[in-house]
Antibody, heavy 124, light 108 residues
Framework: EVQLLESGGGLVQPGGSLRLSCAASGFTFSSYAMSWVRQAPGKGLEWVSAISGSGGSTYYADSVKGRFTISRDNSKNTLYLQMNSLRAEDTAVYYC?????????????????WGQGTLVTVSS | DIQMTQSPSSLSASVGDRVTITCRASQSISSYLNWYQQKPGKAPKLLIYAASSLQSGVPSRFSGSGSGTDFTLTISSLQPEDFATYYCQQSYSTPRSTFGPGTKVDIK
């Protein structure tokens, strides 16, 4: 059974940093692209960042480029999101999501498994 | 960037009703369109991928159609567990995919 378990969310002041983790199990983690998707309170879904199975290719939404860093440790089956220079508008539930496609950037991409989400609140 | 719109933004329906939700892309995305269901406080769940392929384990009352810029999600006979918000997502420009704003389906 595929499981994704996020952790690391919490309350942080504007300008602060936070590191999210997503522990994966039930599939060959290194074979699949992974993404972070966020949802601000009462709002829709926004793709944030993606990473290839090897970790060699990374992609970011313009809204977080230069502030967030996605990475993965395939030996630990864990995905990360390092968030720096946090702003109020980054407040959201952050989900990690497994791609159906093995290759990042494949047009047949879709997110077939999601974690339960972790809440990040940026406020003074 | 490819923009996604959905209509209606919300709808009220009864158990047993046939429900249709529309998603439109700002440019042609071929069949690279996915549908998700999200219930309050829960993560989204993949229903349909590649416009019309049913994800494993999803009831057959859900179906998707369309190509190019116009797509539909149809629930043939609405069940109590189907009251939720539905999102479309284009994967044409993946990994920088974009989601529609959502359609909330509630009880009439």
């Amino acid at each position: 059974e595929v499981q994704l378990l996020e952790s690391g969310g919490g309350l942080v002041q504007p300008g602060g940093s936070l590191r999210l983790s997503c522990a994966a199990s039930g599939f060959t983690f290194s074979s699949y692209a992974m993404s972070w998707v966020r949802q601000a309170p009462g709002k829709g879904l926004e793709w944030v960042s993606a990473i290839s199975g090897s970790g060699g290719s990374t992609y970011y939404a313009d809204s977080v480029k230069g502030r967030f860093t996605i990475s993965r440790d395939n030996s630990k089956n864990t995905l990360y999101l390092q968030m720096n220079s946090l702003r109020a508008e980054d407040t959201a539930v952050y989900y990690c999501a497994k791609d159906r496609a093995r290759k990042v950037g494949a047009t047949e991409s879709s997110f077939d498994y999601w974690g339960q989400g972790t809440l990040v609140t940026v406020s003074s | 960037d490819i923009q996604m719109t959905q209509s209606p933004s919300s709808l009220s329906a009864s158990v047993g009703d046939r429900v249709t939700i529309t998603c439109r892309a700002s440019q042609s995305i071929s069949s690279y369109l996915n549908w998700y269901q999200q219930k309050p406080g829960k993560a989204p769940k993949l229903l349909i991928y590649a416009a019309s392929s049913l994800q494993s384990g999803v009831p057959s009352r859900f179906s998707g159609s369309g190509s190019g810029t116009d797509f539909t999600l149809t629930i043939s006979s609405l069940q109590p567990e189907d009251f939720a918000t539905y999102y479309c997502q284009q994967s044409y420009s993946t990994p920088r995919s974009t989601f529609g704003p959502g359609t909330k389906v509630d009880i009439k």
